[in-house]
């Protein structure tokens, strides 16, 4: 390679960095310019900024009636959910309880029958008389 040559492939190196860098630094001074815009149509006057706060507050305002009004909902919508949700489980759980308990369970003594007194009831109800 000789110096004219290599200084020829320096040249086009440059010449296409300076391209890219001279293309972004426009895309950024477009987005400057937007953003100043934008900045510079706003209202900085002290009414200007009232109004300005006046809104941001009204939203606020707005943002935790709705946030309170979810809130006081959740619970009872937590609760609905809980109950839908877990009653068929726990109704196979408590069968399923049940019927292991009746497996652990000892089985329930028999009743005995009370003995019979010797001799004849009717007969002592007789001399009793």
Request: aromatic residues 2%.
């Amino acid at each position: 390679m000789t110096l004219q040559e290599r200084f020829g492939q320096l040249e086009a190196e440059a010449k296409g960095r300076i391209r890219r860098a001279l293309a972004t630094g426009n895309t950024k001074l477009l987005e400057l310019d937007g953003r100043l815009a934008k900045v510079a149509k706003d209202d900085w006057t002290v009414p200007g900024i009232r109004r300005h706060v006046e809104e941001l507050r009204s939203r606020a305002v707005n943002m935790r009636t709705e946030a309170t009004k979810r809130a006081q909902e959740l619970p009872g919508e937590a609760v609905s959910r809980i109950a839908t949700s877990t009653r068929a489980p726990l109704q196979n759980l408590a069968k399923q309880l049940a019927e292991l308990a009746k497996r652990l369970e000892p089985p329930a003594p028999k009743a005995v029958k009370p003995p019979e007194p010797e001799g004849k009831p009717e007969a002592k109800v007789a001399k009793a008389s």
